[in-house]
C-alpha cells in the first residue's frame, strides 16, 4: 500500500509555462483535495473532489486547474505559471466526507522563475 | 471564518523532558481536530485524530485532548526523544466547511540530546 503518491518531487518552471502536478492514492478514497504551504500563511486548500467525475473550489483555486476522471488519480495543472505559485504542493485523500483521517502525501516543491 | 493558532512558533528542550504544544481555534463548530507531524522538506503524518464529541486521544507515548467550547486542543509528548524533532500541525475540519481542513502556523520542536 503507498498511499499517496506525488511527482515530480521537485519542478523549476518559468513564467508563463504550464505543467501538471500528479496525484495518486490507492486506497480507493472518494475525497482527494490539493493544498499549498507558504511560509507564514501555513497549508490552504486549492482544489478538491469528492469523487470521480465532481470537483469543486477551495480557498486559493485561482490559476489551478483540476479533473478527476478515476478514483486514484488527482492532477492539478498550472495553466500558466507565475512566480506567486511558488509554493510546495500536498495532496491529501481521505476515504470520504465526515469525521475520517485525512492522509497527505510527500509534497511536490515548485518554484517559478 | 476559522482561524487556528499554535503557540509556541518554536521550542527547544533538553531530551527527556514532557512537552505540551499549544492549539487554538476561533470557531467551536467543529466537526474533528488532526494533528500532523512534518519533518523538513517533507509530507505530512497523521498523527491523532480527534472526534468533536471526544475528548482526548493517544497514541503512544502522544496524547491530545480537546476543549471544543473553550476552542482548545494540546499535544502532550511524554520523556521526549531527539527523533521527535519536527514541525507539529495542528488542524481542524469547520462544521460548514466540507472537508476542508484549516491549519495553524505549526511549533517547530528540537528536542536536543
Known amino acids: 500500500n503507498a498511499g499517496v503518491t506525488q511527482t515530480p518531487k521537485f519542478q523549476v518552471l518559468k513564467t508563463g509555462q504550464s505543467m501538471t502536478l500528479q496525484c495518486a492514492q490507492d486506497?480507493?478514497?472518494?475525497?482527494m483535495s490539493w493544498y499549498r504551504q507558504d511560509p507564514g500563511m501555513g497549508l490552504r486548500l486549492i482544489h478538491y473532489s469528492v469523487g470521480a467525475g465532481i470537483t469543486d473550489q477551495g480557498e486559493v483555486p485561482n490559476g489551478y486547474n483540476v479533473s478527476r476522471s478515476t478514483t486514484e488519480d488527482f492532477p492539478l495543472r498550472l495553466l500558466s505559471a507565475a512566480p506567486s505559485q511558488t509554493s510546495v504542493y500536498f495532496c491529501a485523500s481521505s476515504p470520504g466526507q465526515g469525521g475520517y483521517e485525512q492522509y497527505f502525501g510527500p509534497g511536490t516543491r515548485l518554484t517559478v522563475t | 471564518k476559522q482561524e487556528v493558532t499554535q503557540i509556541p512558533a518554536a521550542l527547544s528542550v533538553p531530551e527527556g523532558e514532557n512537552l505540551v504544544l499549544n492549539c487554538s481555534f476561533t470557531d467551536s463548530a467543529i466537526y474533528n481536530l488532526q494533528w500532523f507531524r512534518q519533518d523538513p522538506g517533507k509530507g505530512l503524518t497523521s498523527l491523532l485524530l480527534i472526534q468533536s464529541s471526544q475528548r482526548e486521544q493517544t497514541s503512544g507515548r502522544l496524547n491530545a485532548s480537546l476543549d471544543k467550547s473553550s476552542g482548545r486542543s494540546t499535544l502532550y509528548i511524554a520523556a521526549s526523544q531527539p527523533g521527535d524533532s519536527a514541525t507539529y500541525l495542528c488542524?481542524?475540519?469547520?462544521?460548514?466547511?466540507?472537508?476542508?481542513?484549516?491549519f495553524g502556523g505549526g511549533t517547530r520542536l528540537m528536542v536536543k540530546p
Open positions: 488542524a481542524v475540519r469547520a462544521n460548514n466547511a466540507g472537508n476542508m481542513l484549516t
Open positions: 486506497m480507493n478514497h472518494e475525497y
